[in-house]
């Protein structure tokens, strides 16, 4: 059965793999499985048709046969159970990269989208400069904590797992805040992520996409 997900018609950050579909493509080309996308506009995402996939209205959804699912984490979930390469074997180590995974969204990222609120939406609040110290320090915790847990490993429990690929792109939010620099192990363990054949080709994609869109017409 042929995989469909959706992602931006334009991305807001130009194809900088910071648009949440990155990670599903990512799961998919880290397993080898091929997919389809179906680009909708910030309109589509609202219209009835796209929210009987997604009931919040965002992006990205999965479709396979007659199973459509939403929210990455359940989707990344759902394609490291359903095909190798993104769960370890071992029972025990399996559950550990999963719960890598829950603390990735429920744990490190919502700290950070704190972060990319103030920075974007609220910087001309007039209590906006008094908060940010505050909002960067959560942050700062976080990351701490984080780069304790590391330390000088290469992946967060052993092989490169789904708990990594979910963290990475957590922590790739911060690359503009220059946050992560303060974290050398941390900044390394994204490049490493980076590094990887499956997420250059994710991030090939989606950048495709967006410089298509940036281009004159002829």
Known sequence: MTITITAFERSPDGGKGLARDTRVRWALEEVGQPYQ??????AAMKAPAHLALHPFGQIPTYEEGDLALFETGAIVLHIGER?????????NARARAITWMFAAVNTVEPPILELVTA??????????????????????????????????????????SAGDLMMVSVLLRLRPSGILDAFPNLAAYVARGEARPAYQRAFAAQLAVNVGHRREPT
């Open 37 to 42: 996308v179906r680009l909708v506009s910030f």
């Open 119 to 160: 920075r974007i939406l609220e910087a001309d609040k007039p209590w906006s400069n008094e908060r940010m110290p505050l909002v960067e320090e959560r942050v700062r915790g976080r990351l701490a904590q984080l780069s304790a847990r590391l330390g000088d490993a290469d992946w967060l429990d052993g092989a490169f």
């Open 83 to 91: 095909h190798a390469g993104l769960l370890p074997t071992d029972a």
